[in-house]
């Protein structure tokens, strides 16, 4: 099997607390952990000064973009919009 890239541990994170079947209230009060807001505070900051390895320019991708998930998640809990069945 080929060799994970190094951010898919967010990934996994995310996808277990998502297979946990968080109640609704749970899902609202999700946040990242220490070791991810950490990372996701670095690597903006290096790749303001050009310093990002593909890698982790691959990493900080998957960052925004499961955050542009979570929000839109919570966005329509907060809303009370009903997922179609």
Known sequence: MANKPPGTWLVDDVA?????????EELL????S???QERFKALPDRS?????????????????HIEILLQAVK?????????PS
């Open 48 to 64: 303001k000064h050009g310093s990002l390895s593909d890698e982790e320019e691959w990493e900080l991708n998957q960052f925004e």
């Open 75 to 83: 966005a329509r809990l907060r809303s009370g919009r009903s997922v």
């Open 29 to 32: 009060a999700y946040r990242p």
């Open 16 to 24: 277990d607390f998502l297979a946990s079947s968080p109640s609704r």
């Open 34 to 36: 220490r070791r991810a």
